[in-house]
Each structure stands twice: as C-alpha cells, then as structure tokens.
C-alpha cells in the first residue's frame, strides 16, 4: 500500500489505528495539537471491556503490557444513596472481564509500541479542506499545510475533520460532571476512603450524583453529576476555587458528610465538565478519501465505553485497511457501515445509563440495572 495514512488525534483511537496499522506494515503519521505527550493530565480510570477495548489491544499486540497496568481489585462498584445507605456492594471478582487501569498508563503504552517519529506533536489543525479524488489539505495553526491521501479524523468532540463529512454538531445534554480530587485519602480522608471502597462509588438521587473511583497512590477521582442548564454553569467562576466548591457544594446540602466531602475536601480545583452528545443516529455518506473514529464520529454521554469504542474503532479501522490495501474505498465503507450500527446501539444504551444514574428513580434503577439477570451470549 503506497497511500500514506494521515491521523489527527493522539488520543487512544488514534494511536490504536496507528499501532494496528503499525502491526500490518503500513506507515501513519498522527497529528496532535498537544505540545508534548506530557502536556497534559490523562483522566482516570477506565475500565476495558472484553468485547471490544481487549479485542483492540488484542489486535494491536498489547495485550501483555496491558495486563502489566491493571489496577488489581479496582473493579469493584458499590451504589449508595444520598444517606450513605450501602445499596449494593459488589467486590472486583477477578475474572478481568472489565478491569481497571489509568488511562495515561494505557496510553503511555500505546505510545511505547509506536516506531518513533510517528506523531508530530504541536500540530493543530486549522482547516481541512477537500482537493477531489480523495485527497485533503490540511491547514495548521502555524500556516503549514499537509495534503492526505488517507485522512482519519480521531480528534474528539469537536473534531475539525468532521464537517467534510457531516454537519452535526454535538449538543449539550443537560447534565453537568464536575471533577476533583483527594490525595493521601487513607490518612488525611479515611471515613471518605472507607465508604468508596476499592472500586467505583455511585451515590445518587434524582437529577444528582456523586461518583467516585478509586485510584493508585492513594488516589479518589471524583466526578459530581448534576442535571443543570447550560445557563447555571456559566454562573460559576470555576477560577474561584472557594466560591465554586460552596456552590456545588450547596447542591447537596443534607447528604452524608463523608459522601460531601469528596466535593469539600479536595485540594484541587473543580473541573467543569458539560456533556455534550452527537445524534444517537448520527452517520453520514461516505465521503472519498475520509472517515472518522472515536467521539469524532460518535460522541455520546459518559457510559463507560467512550474510550472502549475509540480502541475498537481505530482496530477494525486498521485491520479494514490492511486487509484491503488495494481498494482503501471499500475498506473505508465496510469499517463505517459496522462502526454506525455499533455507535448507534451504544450511544443509545448511553442515554438509557444516564437515565439509570440521574432520573426520578435513582439510585433504584441502577442498582436493578445492574442485578438484573445478563443475557446469555450464543
């Protein structure tokens, strides 16, 4: 295959492509508007799922270094209410189904298994622009530009490479996350440590929720859930550390103490977090010579598969090229056609778990979610 594959986004769809790509011996280039690889933070815990996260680090040839970063016991889940009140406890039953590892150590391996001068880090992209039979120009904010023989968009929510293909643009949902932090929390924060337990923590009411997950190091990863207008975000000065905290605070005024203080006694600043979401049914014709992965092509609400659907898109994406080197069309159009049937029953499982989360009926309805009988794969 002599068509050069152009990759913007080094998030973990895009360095999935590039690895799988990679495996196969085709040559990628990814463009990442971060400086360095160290620039910034990489979120939490994820959880990787056997069906379609493990499958991509399969087919990326990682699986043994993944299994080296799993947080030991981190799956466990525990659902309480506003109380305190344990509802469910169920412990990190060992069969690494779903286990628990931080996204920055999964992507540093990504990074690892990448041949160097792959990504072109500081690159950010201005415009994309579409030169006919397939081919694209880019533009960087540096006024240097790239013409693509194979471009694939995996730069996230507010993806520049989208509308040469569709244009949707996501929405906000009506529910806010709000992140912070507690360090060294089994001697500075114990009675918080004990009721999050080893896993993840769901406290919860309707139109309201504490989250919690706990980290290595001594770590609780906390993200406050709030179904709020755009309108009472925007009243919060989130530089104003004191001021942001007593007003999220104030939200749950009456709930246990040791469930509040994940908001109250963090050291770090709050992280305003609106959810935005992509048409469940969101597609498009195919376009020659383009395609999308990752929350570029279907950014949906926080579910527990963002990350999952971004590995496994960038692996069948891969795995489509390689196996049609010759008709990189055809490989593009089957990728697509199997990523929007997919994309569209997740997004909408999305919605019914955020449901579950925030709605009249919580925590009860997430507690039956997830005792409810599983069905039974052929």
Not at 150 to 172: M, N, Q, T
Not at 179 to 195: C, F, G
């Amino acid at each position: 295959m002599t068509t050069p594959v152009t990759i913007i986004g080094a998030g973990l769809g895009g360095l999935t492509l590039a690895r799988v790509l990679h495996v196969h011996g085709i040559a990628a280039t990814i463009y990442e508007s971060e400086p360095s690889k160290e620039a910034r933070t990489q979120g939490g815990q994820l959880d990787i799922h056997e069906n379609n996260g493990q499958l991509a680090l399969a087919a990326a040839g990682l699986t043994d270094q993944f299994r080296a970063i799993i947080h030991e016991g981190g799956a466990a889940s525990r659902i309480l209410d506003q109380h305190g009140t344990v509802l469910l406890d169920e412990p990190d039953d060992g069969t690494g189904g779903r286990p628990e590892v931080l996204r920055g150590d999964l992507r540093q391996i990504l990074l690892d298994s990448l041949p160097d001068g792959t990504i072109e880090w500081g690159r950010k992209v201005s415009s994309a622009v579409s030169l006919g039979d397939g081919r694209h120009e880019l533009t960087f904010d540096d006024g240097t530009t790239v013409t693509t023989g194979l471009l694939v968009g995996a730069d996230g929510a507010w993806s520049k490479i989208r509308p040469l293909l569709s244009d949707a643009a996501p929405e906000y949902v009506g529910t806010v996350f709000i992140e912070t932090y507690l360090h060294d929390v089994d001697e500075r924060h114990p009675a918080t440590a004990d009721i999050v337990g080893s896993g993840a923590l769901y406290a919860l009411a309707p139109g309201k929720g504490i989250t919690a997950h706990r980290e290595s190091g001594g770590v609780i990863h906390t993200y406050v859930q709030l179904n709020r207008p755009a309108e009472w975000i925007a009243s919060i000065d989130f530089t104003d550390t004191a001021t942001s905290i007593a007003r999220v605070a104030a939200e749950f005024d009456g709930w246990a103490p040791e469930l509040t203080a994940l908001i109250t006694a963090g050291e770090t600043a709050l992280i305003s977090r609106p959810i935005h979401a992509l048409p469940s049914d969101h597609q498009w014709d195919h376009v020659p010579g383009v395609t999308l992965l990752g929350d570029a092509a279907h950014l949906m609400a926080p579910s527990g598969e963002g990350a999952n659907l971004a590995m496994y898109d960038g692996a069948e994406l891969g795995k489509a090229i390689a196996a049609h080197p010759d008709n990189l069309e055809e490989a593009l159009a089957d990728y697509e056609a199997a990523m929007f049937s997919r994309s569209q029953s997740e997004a909408a499982d999305a919605d019914v778990i955020l449901g579950l989360c925030l709605g009249d009926r919580a925590p009860f309805s997430l507690v039956e979610f997830f005792t409810a009988p599983q069905p039974a794969h052929s």
